[in-house]
């Protein structure tokens, strides 16, 4: 199955501040998924990302708020924008080979 | 109708026995059932999958039984051993029209006691 290399592994953000998280996966695959899970919760997909087109949001979550890119087969970014507290979780990446293999995560903290 | 919803939200057992985790669905579009283990800090990580095809599968100490006309699969871990011990998730999926989609149970906290 795929590897996917996720950064940065953690950070605490300011309020109002925008964080990128960066997703690099070991082989090429159309589709790229990002997921949020909230302390103590199950995941939630937030958007997938095909290359070379807009990616595809679910409901609750907004491109002005979490601006994806994809720019080729193997790397998509997450920016999580404008952050407040709420925004306090772990943002997964995953995709689709052999099963949905899940990066390790980036757990962000807004104070 | 998207739901799937898992049970029991914690779980504790001695070492050796046997671990069972149940997941229920509504959704019949759903085409391919996995489960996920994670431990703290770490991403999940897929442990067996089902197709709605298949009763039955079994990979090692882990077995998934699927259910397809009651909607309900669940996770068996046999001999279940302290590092067993982890955070475990159904998901379902969907797909249509080029999309697909994982919606996850709300995941079991499983605790394996010496």
């Known amino acids: 199955s795929a590897v996917i290399s996720q950064k940065p592994s953690r950070d605490i953000c300011q309020r109002g501040t925008s964080l990128t998280i960066q997703c690099q996966v070991d082989?090429?695959?159309?589709?790229m998924f990002w997921y949020r899970q909230q302390p103590g919760q199950s995941l939630t997909l937030i958007a997938t990302?095909?290359?070379?087109?807009?990616?595809?949001?679910e409901s609750g979550f907004v491109i002005d708020k979490f601006p994806i890119s994809r720019p080729n087969l193997t790397f998509s970014t997450l920016t999580v924008s404008n952050m407040s507290p709420e925004d306090s979780s772990i943002y997964l990446c995953?995709?689709?080979?052999?099963?949905?293999?899940f990066g390790s995560g980036t757990r962000l903290t807004v104070v | 109708q998207q739901q799937v919803k898992q049970s029991p939200q914690s779980l504790i057992v001695q070492k050796g026995g046997i671990s069972i985790i149940n997941c229920a669905y509504e959704?019949?579009?759903?085409?391919?059932f996995p489960w996920y283990q994670q431990f703290p800090g770490k991403g999940p990580a897929l442990l067996i999958a089902?197709?709605?095809?298949?009763s039955e599968k079994k990979e090692g100490r882990f077995t998934i039984s699927f259910n397809k006309s009651a909607k309900q699969f669940s996770l068996h871990i046999m001999d279940s051993q302290p590092g067993d011990s982890a955070t475990y998730f159904c998901?379902?999926?969907?797909?249509?029209?080029?999309?697909?989609?994982?919606?996850f149970g709300t995941g079991t906290r499983l605790t394996i006691i010496p």
């Open positions: 990302a095909n290359q070379g087109s807009e990616a595809t949001y």
């Open positions: 998901a379902a999926r969907t797909q249509w029209e080029g999309n697909e989609k994982l919606t």
């Open positions: 082989s090429q695959v159309t589709m």
């Open positions: 959704n019949t579009a759903f085409d391919y």
């Open positions: 995953s995709v689709e080979e052999y099963g949905y293999t």
């Open positions: 089902i197709r709605p095809d298949v």
